[in-house]
């Protein structure tokens, strides 16, 4: 079964990469390389939180670094950017839930203003969620560019012809 949802994990990761992917019209043969691409990183970051105890901002950084050196090695071999490729796999992996929570507990906080105990519990809720939130966004910034700047000659000659 451990098999089956790593599996679950990158199918549905891939539909989403390929759906956030045809919003910014990348060429065809980039799809499923998209596809791919946030297929095995929201699964590295799924095994990683799941199997290995990890956070969710330290799995997201691993998760994204697979990500960004993988649109490094597949858009050298489609002679497509970097960005094409990994932009729309790393959408997937924003964490709607803490972000979801954290507007949510901001309309509580402002609709409780007159409980002081209600009002410290939703401020409390906002800054948590939104401290993993913007963690986890960081994150994926920081894994997903990594290879631009470890890398630069490789990463801005994708689209040469050699």
Same mark, same amino acid.
């Given at each position: 079964?451990?098999?089956?949802?790593?599996?679950?994990?990158?199918?549905?990761?891939? !539909?989403?990469? !390929?759906?956030?992917?045809?919003? @910014?019209?990348? &060429?065809?043969?980039?799809? &499923?390389?998209?596809?791919?691409?946030?297929?095995?990183?929201?699964? *590295?970051?799924? *095994?990683?939180?799941?199997?290995? %105890? $990890?956070?969710?901002?330290?799995?997201?950084? #691993?998760?994204?670094? $697979?990500?960004?050196?993988?649109?490094?090695?597949? %858009?050298?071999?489609?002679? *497509? =950017?970097?960005?094409?490729?990994?932009? =729309?796999?790393?959408? =997937?992996?924003?964490?709607? /839930?803490?972000?979801?929570?954290?507007?949510? @507990?901001? !309309?509580?906080?402002?609709?409780?203003?007159?409980? &002081? $105990?209600?009002?410290?519990?939703?401020?409390?809720?906002?800054? @948590?969620?939104?401290?993993?939130?913007?963690?986890?966004? #960081?994150?994926?910034?920081?894994?997903?560019?990594? =290879? !631009?700047?470890?890398? &630069?000659? /490789?990463?801005?000659?994708?689209?040469?012809? /050699?």
């Amino acid at each position: 079964m451990i098999v089956l949802d790593i599996l679950l994990d990158g199918l549905f990761a891939a !539909i989403a990469g !390929i759906g956030f992917g045809a919003i @910014s019209d990348p &060429p065809m043969r980039a799809f &499923p390389y998209i596809a791919l691409l946030a297929a095995v990183g929201h699964a *590295c970051r799924f *095994c990683l939180m799941t199997f290995f %105890g $990890v956070d969710i901002a330290t799995a997201s950084l #691993f998760g994204a670094l $697979v990500i960004g050196f993988g649109s490094l090695w597949l %858009g050298g071999r489609i002679y *497509c =950017p970097m960005t094409v490729l990994y932009i =729309p796999a790393l959408l =997937p992996m924003i964490p709607g /839930k803490f972000a979801y929570n954290m507007v949510f @507990s901001l !309309i509580m906080f402002l609709q409780t203003m007159d409980e &002081p $105990v209600q009002k410290a519990k939703y401020i409390e809720m906002f800054m @948590s969620n939104g401290f993993v939130t913007f963690t986890a966004i #960081f994150m994926l910034t920081v894994g997903a560019t990594l =290879p !631009i700047f470890l890398l &630069p000659g /490789k990463a801005f000659s994708l689209t040469r012809r /050699k």
